[in-house]
């Protein structure tokens, strides 16, 4: 009980401060965090599109980060550095952002999500969906769910835990929708089988 109870305390702590630092680092594109905890110090890994801002001259701003993260979680001797992210379109939260920015700003919900699907797997995921519940048309219409994938995406077991994942909300005039993308990164190895690229179909290869 006691070692089930420190993952998931460790778990609600990344949690907090994957949710405090895509607050203050939007500007610099935040993606995810990886958190690896040692005897000696804890490393915060932080993947952003604009690693500069989070630095800041001379390392001023990364270093207030670091301060107020130890004081703020209780976390002993913290040490932030900054990845830049590879690709957005393999970063679910970057992906589901700009889903729920299109979507506020009125753009068609259908042909967004299976554009956005086809660009991902272009960028070459081995398997991505998305999901958008909530007010897709407009207003005075009921609530539904959306959802589009390719490729594959685990449901359930420990290989879930190879699946990015990111829940955004969107808040266009007509009401809110949440936006979940799952995203299977290329290179990924699954113990149970062995996941090739395979070729879109006509109708993701159209979209617009």
């Known amino acids: 009980m006691v070692v089930e109870r420190k993952f998931i305390e460790d778990a609600m702590v990344k949690n907090e401060i994957s949710k405090y630092l895509e ?11 990886e958190i690896q905890k040692t005897p000696v110090i804890t490393r915060i890994t932080a993947y952003v599109t604009n690693p500069g801002r989070v630095i800041g001259r001379g390392g001023s701003t990364i270093d207030a980060l670091t301060l107020d993260i130890k004081q703020r979680f209780h976390i002993d001797n913290p040490q932030i550095s900054v990845a830049e992210v590879k690709s957005e379109l393999l970063e679910p939260r970057l992906v589901a952002r700009h889903i729920a920015n299109a979507l ?3 753009i068609n919900s259908r042909g967004l999500l299976h554009s956005t699907l086809r660009n991902i797997m272009e960028a070459g995921a081995l398997g991505a969906e998305i999901v958008a519940a909530g007010k ?5 219409a009921k609530a539904r769910t959306m959802k589009v994938r390719f490729g594959y995406i685990p449901k359930a077991g420990d290989t879930t835990k190879l699946v990015n994942e990111a829940h955004i909300a969107a808040y266009p005039k007509y009401g809110a929708i949440g936006v979940t993308v799952r995203i299977v990164p290329p ?13 879109l ?4 290869e159209g979209a617009k």
């Open 136 to 140: 897709l048309a407009a207003k005075g």
């Open 104 to 106: 506020e700003r009125g």
């Open 201 to 204: 179909p006509k109708s993701l």
């Open 23 to 33: 607050k203050n680092l939007i500007r610099a594109g935040f993606s995810r965090v």
């Open 187 to 199: 290179g990924t190895v699954f113990p149970d089988r062995v996941v090739k690229k395979i070729e």
